[in-house]
T-cell receptor, first 117, second 111 residues
Framework: AQKITQTQPGMFVQEKEAVTLDCTYDTSDPSYGLFWYKQPSSGEMIFLIYQGSYDQQNATEGRYSLNFQKARKSANLVISASQLGDSAMYFCAMREGPSGGYNKLIFGAGTRLAVHP | KAGVTQTPRYLIKTRGQQVTLSCSPISGHRSVSWYQQTPGQGLQFLFEYFSETQRNKGNFPGRFSGRQFSNSRSEMNVSTLELGDSALYLC??????????FGPGTRLTVL
């Protein structure tokens, strides 16, 4: 069965430092997609980054990069140069099946990140 | 380009009532998915609509239903509300499966 595991309920980091949020997944489908979302206290889910299972390169979007290790079934999010505004809940999610197919996302429990000045 | 909008943003109902939530996707997006977020269960998939057809459904009772209109706007209905239905309801729209954009959510409180 598909599953997403985020083992860090909470993390803190000093401003301007890098932080890695862990995510492992389990699926038997060779085609899948992995997502990271940020949820501030306002509740809105903000899309950060996407990695397809067949993508050769690790995805990057500005200060966000996804460390995709397919054999280990991990998709860790790396935030470089943390900012105070990065304090939020972060969710890892997975979609089984190829792009263009069903859009059902399975979410992990989330990691609460606190950035300290 | 306008983002995903959800109305209302906040709702208070009593047990036994029914409620309808609305979601307008990003222009051009034909897929709308609904999720329930609670402190105990986290984020759970409710259903997805694509071109007015439900093409995927999560493990929720039949009290939860939805529909999508020809302009891709979607509504979600919950009948016979229970206290446990109190949650943040999020909808997401997508052009394809590579990016799904969420709305601000509707926070439902059942008293």
């Amino acid at each position: 069965a598909q599953k997403i595991t985020q083992t860090q309920p909470g993390m803190f980091v000093q401003e301007k430092e890098a932080v890695t949020l862990d995510c492992t997944y389990d699926t038997s489908d060779p085609s899948y997609g992995l997502f990271w979302y940020k949820q501030p206290s306002s509740g809105e889910m903000i899309f950060l980054i996407y990695q397809g299972s067949y993508d050769q390169q690790n995805a990057t979007e500005g200060r966000y990069s996804l460390n995709f290790q397919k054999a280990r079934k991990s998709a860790n999010l790396v935030i470089s140069a943390s900012q105070l505004g990065d304090s939020a809940m972060y969710f890892c999610a997975m979609r089984e099946g190829p792009s263009g197919g069903y859009n059902k996302l399975i979410f992990g429990a989330g990691t609460r990140l606190a950035v300290h000045p | 380009k306008a983002g995903v909008t959800q109305t209302p943003r906040y709702l208070i109902k009593t047990r036994g009532q029914q409620v309808t939530l609305s979601c307008s996707p990003i222009s051009g997006h034909r897929s709308v998915s609904w999720y329930q977020q609670t402190p105990g269960q986290g984020l759970q998939f409710l259903f997805e609509y694509f071109s007015e057809t439900q093409r995927n459904k999560g493990n929720f009772p039949g009290r939860f239903s939805g529909r999508q209109f020809s302009n891709s706007r979607s509504e979600m209905n919950v009948s016979t509300l229970e206290l446990g239905d109190s949650a943040l309801y999020l909808c997401a729209s997508s052009l394809d499966s590579d990016e799904q954009f969420f709305g601000p959510g509707t926070r439902l409180t059942v008293l």
